[in-house]
């Protein structure tokens, strides 16, 4: 393998579900920052323990959306403090160096582009950002579905001079099997071309180009169209992916709230399951490797073995 594959930690809400922190909508992983943040801690160690050498604040939805406007601006700023002290921690704690990303979430839901309110966003993505800034090691642009909501981060961000990662979220809703077979291109979830997402992203100074919390099937297309984009346009930025484990919805079902039920899980995706499609994306040219929804500590482990195998003790 010629350049080496970074890996990320996987997805906190349902590894929080799953070591029965509280949890429930339309709170998501916020809730067990606001009762119960031990759980949280667990779970960073846990994906420390896997492998990850990148860990993310729990701040995805710690916006009005999922806590509500006056939980937000009453305490919008601690909770987001205490995303990023408990992940500077358990990097800290580490016996090797993990990095620590700020996770900036899609502050009127994901996957919905519709809804983004360039006049209302700044103001509580101001929030998140002077909250974390003492904490991270770089900037997490995560599920981001249109190319104006990482435009929006990138002002927010102003002069911090550490690097943005830039993650979006593909279309996986209608014509994945298109897509895959390369009879249709792939676009983010506001229809905007992968190729042209990519390219604005790296002029915009994107430290990365990832894509995260769309199906499995559709990462290997998105990671070629970027790739072939960017070498077109003379940009040389990494590309990475990590998807969720969420059974594809029916199209009925794509317009609900993401803060309304909690999605299922397929059950193919088990740890050898995830690494064959991460095989795919790291073979398409990806170089940083991780998950999202559903994925736990154990497909990271199984990650990191196959991608950044550590000698065995003499």
């Avoid at 922190?21 to 667990?42: D, G």
């Avoid at 916006?63 to 500077?88: E, K, M, Y």
Wanted: charged share 20%; aromatic share 8%; glycine share 8%.
């Amino acid at each position: 393998m010629s350049s080496k594959v970074t890996i990320l930690d996987g997805g906190m809400g349902r590894e929080l579900l799953r070591n029965g922190a509280p949890f429930r909508q339309p709170e998501w992983s916020a809730l067990s920052l606001i009762e119960a943040p031990e759980f949280v801690k667990m779970a960073h160690d846990a994906f420390v323990a896997a492998g990850a050498e990148v860990i993310t604040t729990n701040s995805y939805a710690l916006v009005p959306f999922h806590i509500g406007d006056q939980r937000f601006a009453t305490h919008g700023f601690a909770l987001a403090d205490l995303s990023g002290r408990l992940a500077r921690a358990a990097a800290q704690k580490a016996q090797r160096y993990v990095r620590v990303a700020g996770s900036l979430p899609p502050v009127f839901g994901s996957y919905r582009p519709d809804l983004f309110d360039a006049d209302k966003a700044p103001a509580i993505l101001d929030i998140l950002v002077k909250a974390l800034a003492p904490h991270v090691d770089f900037w997490l642009a995560e599920t981001q579905s249109s190319v104006q909501e990482v435009e929006t981060i990138r002002t927010i961000l102003g002069s911090d001079t550490r690097p943005l990662w830039v993650s979006f979220t593909l279309d996986d809703t209608k014509s994945v099997a298109d897509v895959i077979a390369g009879r249709s291109v792939p676009t983010l979830r506001s229809g905007e071309a992968v190729a042209h997402a990519a390219v604005k992203a790296a002029r915009l100074g994107a430290g990365a180009l990832l894509f995260n919390c769309s199906q499995a099937e559709i990462m290997e297309a998105g990671v070629k169209s970027a790739n072939q984009a960017l070498k077109a346009d003379n940009l040389d930025i990494p590309i990475g992916v990590y998807a969720n484990a969420f059974v594809p919805k029916p199209e009925t079902e794509e317009s609900l709230a993401a803060n309304d039920g909690l999605s299922g899980l397929r059950d193919d995706l088990n740890p050898s399951g995830y690494l064959q499609f991460a095989q795919r994306w790291v073979s398409a040219g990806a170089t940083i490797i991780g998950g999202c929804c559903g994925i736990g500590p154990e497909h990271i482990a199984e990650l990191k073995d196959t991608f950044d195998p550590q000698p065995a003790a003499a």
